[in-house]
């Protein structure tokens, strides 16, 4: 059809999508358990809100709802390609994916807890890190009382594992 013979105000917006956590292609997407919850949950919420949608216009709602299944989409994608990883399994006595460790900053002394999850479930104001972030990856199959080096620009920051938990 000609664009002759369509109204301006009959143009549909074309929603932006707010990309997920990023996860690099080729990497498995490893979860805990209490991460695949959360993303369960947060497809129900988005189901509940498709459901519920309350709009002025039918311009407005059909807006909304392409967004809402957009995100439901890659939400879903995410899920589907999730893979639990069991944290009862997981070696006791060194840093795997879900480890909880307690990490002692050499210079100042400062303890610092982190959980090494999920992209999805990553949260640092929760002390929870990415799998892929830089810290997780020098964390990873290091045992107590190893020490480990973050690159950083201004000064190099060393860490020395003071425990290690799977809760």
Sequence with gaps: MSRGFVREDDQEE???VPQRAYLPDGVANFVTRTGLDQLLA???????ERNNLNST????????????????QLLNNRIAEARIIDLNTQSQNEICFGATVTLKTKISGNIQIFQIVGVD???IGKSKISFIS??????????VG???????????IVF????????
């Design 14 to 16: 074309v929603p932006i």
């Design 42 to 48: 947060e497809k129900q919420m988005l189901i509940h």
């Design 57 to 72: 216009s039918e311009n407005e709602k059909r807006i909304t709802l392409n967004l809402i299944n957009a995100k439901l």
């Design 121 to 123: 479930e990553a949260d």
């Design 134 to 143: 830089p810290l997780a990856k020098a964390l990873i199959n290091k045992k």
């Design 146 to 156: 190893d020490k480990i080096t973050l690159k950083r620009n201004r000064e190099d």
């Design 160 to 167: 020395e594992i003071m425990d290690i938990s799977y809760r």
